[in-house]
């Protein structure tokens, strides 16, 4: 079976400050694609990055990167230069082979402040 | 472009009430998906739909039924509504070709309270 873990509830970052929200999963399928997405206060879905189990690279998406480590089955998120609009929840989100349905973490939820 | 589209935004229903929530999207999607969203769980599967005239049980599918009328709308059915269905109901579309970084839209959000 598949799984996310998000081990940490809650993070607190300085504005501009980088911060690292983690993420670790568990699947056998050779090939699957990790997502990270940001919910904020009202309420909807945005994706921020995809990370293929084949990229050789980490993803990046302006200050968002995804610090991915296959062997360790890690899929962190690192925004740097936080901004007090990055305070959200934040999920870590898997797909398997072969199928469109996604499995999500628990959440974190970032505040950033002054 | 609309993308994903929810109605109602917010329900109240009394314990035993059924209600439907409707979905709809506007980008030839063939895959649908329904989810609930509660503190501290994460999104949660309730059921999807890989193509029109199919449905298939998710995660968490006890107490609802969904319905693929066609190609644009997936509903979901609360036939006797429980306080523990209080949550909030993501639907949510994608097309997603193989080892693609293409994601699922998600709507906007349905929360209902049952009293």
């Known amino acids: 079976a598949q799984k996310i873990t998000q081990t940490q509830p809650g993070m607190f970052v300085q504005e501009k400050e980088a911060v690292t929200l983690d993420c670790t999963y568990d699947?056998?399928?050779?090939?699957?694609?990790l997502f990270w997405y940001k919910q904020p206060s009202s309420g909807e879905m945005i994706f921020l990055i995809y990370q293929g189990s084949y990229d050789e690279q980490n993803a990046t998406e302006g200050r968002y990167s995804l610090n991915f480590q296959k062997a360790r089955k890690s899929a962190n998120l690192v925004i740097s230069a936080s901004q007090l609009g990055d305070s959200a929840m934040y999920f870590c989100?898997?797909?398997?082979?072969?199928?469109?349905?996604?499995?999500f973490g628990t959440g974190t939820r970032l505040q950033v402040f002054p | 472009n609309a993308g994903v589209t929810q109605t109602p935004k917010f329900q109240v229903l009394k314990t035993g009430q059924s209600m439907t929530l409707q979905c709809a999207q506007d980008?030839?999607?063939?895959?649908m998906y329904w989810y609930r969203q509660d503190p501290g769980m994460g999104l949660r599967l309730i059921y999807y739909s890989a193509s029109e005239g199919t449905t298939d049980k998710g995660e968490v599918p006890n107490g609802y039924n969904v319905s693929r009328l066609n190609k644009r709308e997936f509903s979901l059915r609360l036939e006797s509504a429980a306080p523990s269905q209080t949550s909030v109901y993501f639907c949510?579309?994608?097309?997603?070709?193989?080892?693609?970084?293409?994601?699922?839209?998600f709507g906007p959000g349905t929360r209902l309270l049952v009293l």
């Open positions: 989100a898997m797909r398997g082979y072969n199928t469109d349905k996604l499995i």
């Open positions: 949510a579309s994608s097309d997603i070709p193989f080892d693609s970084q293409e994601t699922q839209y």
């Open positions: 980008m030839n999607h063939n895959s």
């Open positions: 699947t056998s399928d050779q090939s699957y694609g």
